[in-house]
């Protein structure tokens, strides 16, 4: 079950002499400063990476969901900061303007972005709606040939780098979830700017900022699909953000398990390797086995999006245990490495930081308990 196709592993193996060559001598640097990997960002756009889930004739690499797993496994592997820029990227913004977008917006905007010559974010959580992403206050009023933005949204993963946004807003008030609609905003345009970029716990490579519209203009043609279909496409989109959040964590639940075996064999106490003790040997045998059941789940829903199928229950299952789990590998990575996991010099601490954006992001593991729960309980009776 599961057998990676040839292809698939040549993905793979590319991507990861990538990472362990262009990305790993940077990692403590770039998370030191809070920098931006610009120049390995437009490297991933040249090797398609930017594009893996669009069709050739957009400009994307033409793959699926289980190779885009691949990759920000791979990624995520040496740095998260790199996978979650590359997911926000893809299967956030990218995919929304796929999956609401007209033919004419397709053409417009995705080769672009899936080249990599303009890097996107997606736009839906505000200061005042996180979870309850309906309660957004961010407003567009139709204006003659334009739509009038006005509010801001929070913690929008490359938000001041970005060439473009999908940002969700309130069209009609009165309908609630049917009265929001996605917009593309694209950088420059006037009244649009990013605001404060947040200093974070971890992926501090990755950028986290505000975006704030003021009066800001944009061109009736920018509304994405159908006005009042944004929320209903914004929890499509999730579906399958939510796979790349699942391979965000086991690219860094991977990364903690690998350094915690070099180290354990490594580190001698008592006069014998740590991994000679049972107790750490144990700690191994947890983090492989979680890791694996991760994996599982996670190639489970990537298959299954694919085939063309609904992914709620399983995207969210994934997302839910593959980051709860990472979560628990990358603690253990740290005790693995006792005092030496406290410290910058070895990889334990910055997974251990890093990783603790994964029951957050993309609807916290309580709201994935909630619609996993929801999907179970006859909201779809197909699966009994
Ligand atoms: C690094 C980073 C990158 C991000 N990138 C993006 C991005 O690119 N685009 C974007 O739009 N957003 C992004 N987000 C926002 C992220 O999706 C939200 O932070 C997340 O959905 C939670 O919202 P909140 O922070 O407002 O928490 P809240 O919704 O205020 O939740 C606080 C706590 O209450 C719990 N809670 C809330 N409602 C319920 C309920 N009904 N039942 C039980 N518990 C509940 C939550 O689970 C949580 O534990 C990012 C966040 C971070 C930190």
Request: proline residues 3%; aromatic residues 8%.
């Amino acid at each position: 079950m599961f057998e990676l196709t040839e292809e698939q592993r040549q993905l793979q193996s590319a991507v990861r002499a990538f990472a362990e060559g262009e990305i790993a001598p940077h990692v403590s640097e770039w998370d030191e400063k809070s920098e931006f990997p610009h120049a390995v960002v437009k490297k991933l756009g040249e090797m398609g990476l930017l594009g893996v889930i669009f069709p050739d004739s957009l400009g994307g690499a033409g793959m699926g969901y289980v190779e885009y797993v691949l990759a920000i496994v791979e990624l995520s592997r040496v740095d998260g900061s790199v996978g979650i820029i590359v997911a926000a990227h893809n299967s956030l913004c990218t995919n929304h303007i796929m999956l609401g977008g007209n033919d004419e917006q397709r053409k417009r905007w995705i080769p672009k972005l899936a080249s990599g010559e303009w890097l996107g974010a997606w736009g839906l959580t505000e200061p005042g709606s996180g979870s309850d992403a309906a309660g957004a206050r961010t407003t567009a009023v139709k204006k003659g040939d334009t739509w009038v933005l006005n509010g801001s949204k929070t913690f929008i993963t490359n938000g001041g780098h970005a060439d473009c946004a999908v940002v969700l807003a309130v069209t009609d008030k009165e309908k609630g979830t049917k009265g929001i609609s996605a917009f593309v905003v694209e950088k420059g345009t006037k009244g649009f700017r990013p605001g404060r970029k947040e200093n974070k716990l971890g992926l501090r490579a990755s950028d986290t900022s505000e975006l704030i519209f003021e009066d800001c203009e944009i061109p009736a043609e920018n509304l994405i699909g159908k006005e009042g279909e944004g929320f209903k496409d914004a929890m499509r989109v999730l579906d399958g953000g939510r796979i790349s959040i699942a391979a965000l964590s086991l690219g860094m639940a991977r990364g903690a398990l690998d350094a915690a075996m070099k180290y354990a064999q490594e580190r001698r106490q008592f006069g014998k390797a740590i991994s000679e003790f049972q107790a750490i040997q144990f700690k191994l045998a947890d983090m492989a086995t979680e890791l694996d059941a991760a994996w599982l789940l996670t190639m489970r829903a990537a298959q299954m999006k694919d085939a063309g199928k609904k992914v709620t229950l399983e995207s969210a299952m994934a997302k839910l245990y593959a980051s709860e789990a990472a979560c628990r590998i990358c603690d253990e990575g740290v005790q693995i490495h006792g005092g030496y996991g406290f410290i910058k010099d070895y990889p334990a601490e910055k997974f251990y930081r890093d990783v603790r954006l994964c029951p957050i992001g993309e609807g916290t593991s309580e709201i994935q308990r909630m619609v996993i729960a929801r999907e179970l309980l006859g909201k779809s009776p197909s699966r009994g």
